[in-house]
């Protein structure tokens, strides 16, 4: 016997996955989450496999600012919890609104293909089948790593972030970490303290931000302060940054190329102290590997065990066909990162960029998923929505240059587009009374 047609089904039971069944959770739609893990939790479950999770990790944004809508973190939590808290809490969201109830575990999407009538028909690694109206990828953004590679030969061992989890593999020897993003610079510090000797490869300079400023976390600091323009807000925080970290190329760095806030926020100043240090040693961009040596583009030399490539991730989707979705930049391009423009019961949550904390954020962008895949076909809302889609384009970026790199090629600016996001759900026919 088949299973019934879904109305809506949800791929990926991380936050995303369960901000999604929560809004759904509050219509009388048929749905139904799916889960290849045993549990709920998404990458903050160091246990599951491909988790880009290791022991040090911690959230980059603040317990403050970073719940949950209407489920704050616990007050005794630190100001940036680690992952073990993170999956508690991720855990204890799901018990608090019994999200359990509607997710399928142990079920891996092999495809989703879409049918003549219009269907989505997921094919799982078991065999089975589910049908769905509207399919929602949920699936996140840090599994499929990026490779990279250098000429040469090299004696030593190459492996990409997503495999490091414990300073202990550190021991003992030489490790160079390719990448300056937060997980490089987090995996620099753990090989400060724990190898012979560390090494950090940039290919540009960054913007180091504390995680403190006087006293609160560098969000809330921010959040409570005056609102400035971006210019103003660039030159103010860019000045307290130099007073605050001076001029980073006595560390070996290079001079960033950009100003503040047009790159990710790099959340770590610790890798400072190491580089003050000689626990670390700042290194350009690799050119090739020598034997036991990696050569950089300055015509340095280092004899190196190990290199830690911390060089991102694909946005990937892997389940859907070539072709489903256009791509820019390694990055799905989306109606608002949310939306497939060619496909109207299509939709992704979490495959966008942005300086904030990400939850309270997602849950405006489930609500207008939850709108779309809900509304009755022919109705103000359906028809409201086909025609955006066809025609809207927005500057989600509000004319701001970013560094033009894959990551940043759909970033976006977060009040910009908050401001947008409401637009269009006064657009759809969504008001404060349909709201949950």
Not at 371 to 392: C, I, N, P, V, W
Request: with cysteine; hydrophobic share 40%.
């Amino acid at each position: 016997m088949s299973n019934p047609i879904l109305d809506v089904g949800v791929v990926g039971a991380g936050p995303a996955g369960l901000i999604l069944a929560r809004r759904l959770g509050a219509t009388s739609a048929s749905f139904e989450v799916f889960e290849r893990n045993t549990d709920v939790g998404g990458i903050w479950d160091i246990d599951a496999a491909g988790s880009p999770i290791y022991e040090s990790a911690h959230f980059i944004s603040s317990r403050t600012l970073s719940g949950f809508a209407d489920y704050p973190m616990p007050d005794d939590y630190p100001d940036y919890p680690d992952h073990r808290q993170l999956l508690d809490y991720i855990r204890s969201f799901a018990d608090e609104f019994d999200l359990r109830r509607n997710i399928r575990f142990g079920v891996a999407i092999e495809r989703a293909v879409l049918t003549e009538d219009g269907l989505w028909e997921l094919q799982f690694d078991s065999g089975d089948v589910s049908v769905c109206r509207y399919l929602v990828c949920a699936n996140g953004v840090t599994w499929v790593p990026n490779l990279v590679s250098w000429p040469g030969e090299f004696n030593g061992v190459v492996r990409h972030a997503v495999s490091y989890r414990s300073p202990s593999e550190f021991e003992g020897k030489r490790v160079l970490v390719v990448g300056a993003g937060n997980s490089g610079a987090d995996i620099a510090c753990d090989a400060s303290f724990s190898a012979e000797q560390a090494f950090l490869s940039v290919r540009r300079g960054y913007h180091f931000i504390p995680k403190h400023i006087i006293g609160m976390p560098s969000d809330v600091f921010a959040s409570q302060g005056p609102s400035l323009p971006h210019w103003l807000e660039v030159r103010v925080f860019g000045l307290m940054l130099r007073m605050i970290n001076g001029d980073l190329r006595r560390f070996g760095l290079p001079k960033p190329d950009h100003r503040i806030f047009e790159s990710h926020p790099l959340m770590n100043t610790q890798v400072l102290h190491y580089l003050g240090h000689g626990d670390c040693i700042a290194k350009p961009d690799v050119e090739r590997f020598d034997g036991d040596h990696v050569v950089f583009v300055d015509g340095s030399r280092e004899q190196i065990d190990l290199v830690i490539t911390a060089t991102g991730y694909q946005h990937a989707i892997p389940f859907l066909e070539p072709g489903v979705l256009s791509v820019k930049g390694g990055r799905p391009e989306l109606y608002l990162g949310i939306f497939s423009r060619s496909h109207l019961n299509l939709a992704a949550l979490g495959f966008i960029e942005f300086a904030s904390a990400a939850y309270d954020n997602f849950d405006k962008m489930a609500e207008l998923i939850v709108a779309d895949a809900t509304a009755a076909e022919g109705s103000a809302t359906a028809q409201a929505f086909r025609h955006l889609k066809a025609t809207d384009h927005p500057d989600l970026k509000a004319g701001h240059r970013y560094v033009d790199s894959d990551r940043h090629s759909n970033y976006v600016e977060v009040n910009t587009y908050l401001k947008l996001l409401d637009k269009v759900k006064a657009k759809v026919g969504l008001t404060e009374n349909s709201r949950r």
